[in-house]
């Protein structure tokens, strides 16, 4: 029998694996991937973790406490992306890593339960440098370490119908002087949403929390918004009001572009992100101001 536990998951893998075995040669990945594994395994262990298992490029950990964790999760990023860093042949590598605190079953050393899927799905949402935390896991970090996380957005996790959102922590002291204030979380899930304002191709579209909540965008002449094209799915994607938050739910076979108007770029595929401030929308491709295809969305206030 299993024992129940409350634990920190971190899931960290090495990012672009697969480009390194084209360019290295099976050896030479292999040898550079092995060097990010025992750095992220040496981290863990420097931090009161311990190794689950290695699952090729990636490593599972658990640490009695979510500070722990996330001291463990910025020395590995630390010290792969440092310049004294190096795979073979000088390669420079990548990792993303993934964080959540939870109930967890422990048995044979191995463990189990939802806790360990959300702390995977994190490292699924992370890109490369990054390491991604949920809120509630944010909440058990200490002042300093509160002090230097972002909400980037918001996942769905499969098989449950609540959204996480999703914080990144920012290891980087050049991106952590940047921050705004810090976040009050006693009251961030309380801001009013605005209204999302969506034009296309002359028709506009509002959605607010006391009119329209949710659009569905395609090729089919059904959809609140129709646009024709050959890599557009019938029902591409959808815009919903959840919980104060816009979000833009693909269902497609080619994925959603999001560019938004302050450089942030980003590719959703049968997956959910969230929309803010303001830019363009692009099913099946990236839009840029001026395609006939392109979606403009501005989040504003009512």
């Not at 299993?2 to 672009?16: K, N, R, S």
């Not at 991937?33 to 395994?41: R, S």
């Not at 189990?112 to 702390?119: H, K, L, S």
Request: hydrophobic content about 40%.
């Amino acid at each position: 029998m299993g024992t129940e536990q409350e634990l920190a998951i971190v899931f960290a893998d090495v990012v672009g694996s697969t480009q390194l075995y084209e360019s290295l040669g099976d050896d030479g990945a292999r040898e550079t991937v092995q060097l990010c594994v025992d750095c992220m395994k040496e981290a863990t262990t420097e931090f009161h973790g311990e190794v689950i298992k290695t699952i090729g490029d990636e490593v599972m950990s658990t640490f009695p406490t979510a500070d722990d964790a996330i001291n463990a999760a910025s020395q590995m990023q630390q010290r792969i992306s440092s310049s004294d860093f190096t795979g073979r042949d000088d390669v420079r590598v990548s990792i993303r890593i993934g964080c959540h605190f939870g109930h967890v079953a422990v048995e044979k050393n191995d463990i189990f339960g939802v806790a360990v899927n959300i702390a995977n799905r994190m490292t699924s949402q992370a890109k490369a440098g990054q390491i991604i935390t949920t809120a509630g896991t944010v909440k058990l970090l200490n002042e300093d370490w509160q002090s230097v996380v972002r909400q980037i957005g918001v996942a769905t996790l499969r098989g449950q119908m609540d959204e996480v959102a999703l914080y990144e922590v920012l290891w980087q002291p050049e991106d952590a002087t940047s921050m705004l204030p810090k976040i009050d979380w006693s009251d961030a899930a309380a801001d009013k949403p605005g209204k999302l304002v969506l034009r296309f191709q002359g028709q506009e579209v509002v959605l607010s929390h006391d009119s329209l909540r949710s659009v569905t965008l395609g090729r089919a002449d059904e959809n609140d918004v129709t646009i024709k094209g050959n890599l557009i799915s019938r029902v591409h994607a959808r815009i919903e009001l959840k919980k104060s938050r816009y979000m833009i739910i693909d269902e497609s076979t080619n994925g959603t572009f999001v560019q938004r108007d302050d450089g942030e770029e980003v590719y959703v595929r049968r997956d959910t992100a969230q929309l803010t401030g303001t830019g363009l929308i692009g099913l099946g491709r990236v839009a840029s101001r001026g395609m006939p295809l392109a979606i403009e969305y501005a989040l504003e206030a009512d």
